[in-house]
């Protein structure tokens, strides 16, 4: 090959290899899911099938799910409220509608639903829609966009069912009954140092605390203690900090308690970007938003004993929040 040949060879294979990290290049930047860009996203999955949810609807939908737990209402009520607030709003909290609709189920205040503040508080909302579903008789039997439309009196009664099979993966997931089957992945972002407060925690572990105990009724949360815990706990634990709190549930071989404390887990991943929790460990499993890319994982406490309940975390959902930088 002459020289002036082999120059030319080598030109168009750097040119190809220039196209080929554009391309590279393009992928990335985009966010079609490149090898260094982290999804912003909550995804559950169930029975093979995966619903994404932005973080936003993830919260709303969690708090769907958490209000019709504490009515010990069944994953059949969380499919339909699910269903509803999919088709009225795609599970967003709008301060808009047709007329004076608002909020996740665009409940209307001059229907007797609420006041405009009542009804876009998402916990306030979910509530106020299965007190109309549970008066509906044998509702449970009822085809799904059948029981929303009982509720809502809409103008499209049959686009309830649009979002059955999506509505049933999240309420499978968001009530417990499907363990480990929702996470959430986003890029940690920096957060400030916080000193514990008379009460032991952190302003950040303080505010989970409080929308634990303003979502669920009757938690048992512990891990702290006025001025603060200095023992029990492996070296580093961030409840030496006043960043971790201790949900029990117990007795941890009841099917029930176990399905509530997934629920509980995969609501405190629902809200992990919002309120800065770093970490979520229940039941063999962890979820870190460190690796949240990974979703959940399987779980050894650190000393490697495999056979103490609490250590394994089965007895209770730990949660800690971000340390800060």
Known sequence: MSRAARLTATIGT???LGGCLAALLIWWVGGDGGPLQRRNDCRATVDGRTVALSPEQARHAATIAAVAIDRGLPARAVTIALATAYQESDIYNIDYGDRDSLGLFQQRPSQGWGTPEQVQDPVYAAGAFYDALVRIPNYRDLEITVAAQEVQRSAFPDAYAD???????LASALTGNSEAAFSCAFEPVGHAVQAEGEDGLTDRARAVRDELASTFDGLDIGGFQPGGVDS???E???H?????LDVMFQPHDDADVNRRGWAVAQWAV??????GIATVIYDDRIWSARRSDEGWREYTHPSGDTTDVTLRHLDHVHIDVAEGS
């Not at 979002?163 to 993966?169: G, L, N, S």
């Not at 030496?240 to 971790?244: E, I, Q, S, T």
């Not at 629902?270 to 309120?275: H, K, P, R, T, V």
Request: no cysteine; charged share 25%.
């Open 270 to 275: 629902a809200n992990a970007q919002e309120l």
């Open 163 to 169: 979002h059955e099979d999506d509505a049933r993966v």
């Open 14 to 16: 750097l040119l190809a």
């Open 240 to 244: 030496y900090d006043g960043r971790a």
């Open 236 to 238: 580093g634990s961030a």
């Open 232 to 234: 029990g706990h492996i």
